[in-house]
């Protein structure tokens, strides 16, 4: 294929047999993103089994998804220790209290949101499989840092810039595995992003359990022993997805075509470095890796376009987009007290700060495991809104227990209801993959990708007042608070599920007035239009 022809030409004309191998031999050495296309393996009439795709996705599973799910439990990780290092009395070393820890949780979300905006559009740019590494090399840094902290100010400083250096990496995963999965296999694998990352809160809380015990060795509080495990723990895993620090080694060594991330760039970059020497998917497989993901959404056709003001406009406009949005800030709002205080919650029961952190698995691995399986039968049944209400009306009931529970109640019985609205099954995955798969074009749904990222984690600044110093240790006015949130989610899934539907049945009413000149006209605009289509559903 000459340079000079166009994506349409590329698209429409099937490559030979030794076109293609001098293709994927070509690109397979091309070690800078976006210079090479993808789509161009896309052939229109290719015909394979199913036996064959499934063959294509066992190996990105295999190959791809560890890699993937390695980075989010080091993220978690260190999301979580600042949970643990509270419980540790860290407030209380550094000369504050924990309504400085809610100002901190304030100001992490802000930073976080905006980070998390940001970080879906700069991958697109510097490349997802580039992008991912670096941040997780900067935020394992910052979490070392935490031991330097002295005192207030410093408390606040790294919270801030550990914020700026997490937040992308979320939004700029979901880009890069919207590259490789269809829609229909995108919420499982989210399920296994977050319930991973519920797996390492648990971890974490094991480790935490042992490691504060270190207070005084070396004239180190427990917490910054923590924050130090946890820190060189993430370094060395970005050292390993970055490959012997890839990007710097690039500009000032000769040997930089040796150097290669272990995130492939896409379906036609997968050998060299730790990927090994030879490629994962044969030249068949690349093309089914490829036309695959077209056929799935013809938007992806042009994955690698970069995001454009107009993609911008569309996702601030588009109120599936809003509602998606509205829902993530609303449902998600009760986890900031949970997650920050959970430990410390656990204690107040009467537990020691060690037995406290180590209580804190088993809720973490319930949500993980409830989320999977919510979230697989979604996906097993192509249903979105009732799964989503379920999970926030578990998340509501166990917010009605602990609220109704005596003061005088044994901590079993407080134990048990912590268990059950901790262990609720996550929403979030599910929202994230029914707004992607209804957004209908590349550049919109990376927008999307960050607002949705962000508006997780914005909560945090009025989810981080909820429990406050005067209503501890038992919270209870900011457990009415969550209950409220938690019932007002309840509503908005069943909400936007009537949403959808309204407007799928608009959409084929207008489409059965359609001429068949009409039909065959719009047909062409399917993929500029994308969810503005009359051609295109809504999943409900």
């Not at 949101?113 to 992008?131: D, E, L, N, T, Y």
Request: aromatic share 10%.
């Amino acid at each position: 294929m000459e340079k000079h022809q166009s994506l349409e030409e590329l698209v429409l004309v099937e490559p030979s047999a030794s076109e293609t191998t001098r293709l994927i031999s070509q690109q397979s050495l091309q070690p800078s993103y976006g210079s090479n296309k993808p789509s161009s393996y896309y052939v229109e009439d290719l015909n394979y089994t199913p036996e064959e795709e499934g063959r294509v996705l066992s190996i990105l599973d295999r190959r791809l998804m560890p890699c993937i799910l390695l980075t989010t439990f080091v993220l978690n990780m260190d999301r979580t220790n600042n949970s643990n290092a509270i419980s540790d009395n860290l407030h209380i070393d550094l000369g504050f209290d924990i309504n400085v820890v809610n100002t901190a949780t304030a100001l992490h979300a802000i930073f976080f949101s905006i980070a998390c905006i940001s970080g879906a559009v700069i991958a697109k740019i510097a490349g997802p499989s580039r992008w991912i590494p670096t941040l997780m090399l900067s935020w394992g840094f910052v979490t070392l840092a935490h031991a330097l902290v002295t005192d207030k100010s410093g408390y606040l400083t790294v919270r801030c810039v550990i914020a700026l250096t997490e937040g992308g990496v979320i939004p700029a995963t979901l880009v890069y595995l919207g590259s490789f999965y269809k829609s229909t296999e995108l919420a499982t694998r989210l399920a296994w992003f977050w319930g991973v990352q519920h797996v390492a809160s648990a971890v974490s809380g094991l480790m935490a359990s042992g490691l504060l015990k270190m207070r005084g060795i070396w004239g180190l509080e427990g917490w910054k022993w923590l924050f130090l495990v946890d820190g060189f723990i993430t370094v060395v895993v970005a050292v390993f997805t970055w490959y012997g620090l890839g990007a710097f080694v690039s500009i000032i060594s000769p040997i930089n075509a040796l150097v290669r991330y272990y995130l492939p760039i896409d379906s036609t970059t997968t050998r060299g470095g730790f990927r090994g020497s030879n490629s994962w998917f044969t030249e068949r497989q690349v093309q089914i890796a490829v036309t695959r993901i077209i056929r799935d959404d013809i938007s992806k056709r042009s994955y690698e376009r970069t995001v454009q003001l107009s993609d911008i406009k569309d996702a601030l406009t588009d109120p599936g987009i809003i509602l998606h949005l509205i829902i993530t800030m609303i449902g998600q709002t009760p986890n900031t007290p949970m997650q920050t205080y959970l430990p410390t919650v656990i204690k107040s029961f009467d537990f020691s700060v060690s037995a406290a952190n180590a209580l804190t698995a088993p809720p973490y691995l319930l949500q993980g495991l409830s989320m999977i399986i919510v979230i697989q039968h979604s996906d097993k049944v192509r249903e979105r809104g009732y799964h989503g209400a379920f999970g926030a009306g578990w998340q509501l009931l166990g917010w009605i227990i602990l609220r109704g529970l005596p003061s005088d109640a044994g901590r079993a019985a407080k134990y048990m209801a912590a268990v059950i609205v901790a262990g609720w099954p996550s929403t979030h995955p599910l929202n994230i993959a029914w707004m992607s798969e209804n957004t209908g074009s590349v550049g919109k749904r990376t927008v999307a990708s960050g607002l949705i990222i962000g508006a997780s984690n914005i909560y945090g600044v009025w989810g981080s007042q909820i429990y406050r110093a005067d209503d501890a240790p038992e919270f209870r006015r900011g457990n009415l608070i969550n209950i409220a949130f938690a019932a007002t989610a309840f509503v908005l899934w069943f909400g936007l599920k009537l949403s959808y539907q309204y407007r799928n049945a608009r959409r084929e009413a207008a489409r059965r007035l359609l001429s068949e000149s009409d039909l065959r006209e719009e047909e062409t605009l399917r993929e500029a239009r994308g969810n503005s289509s009359p051609l295109f559903r809504f999943t409900t």
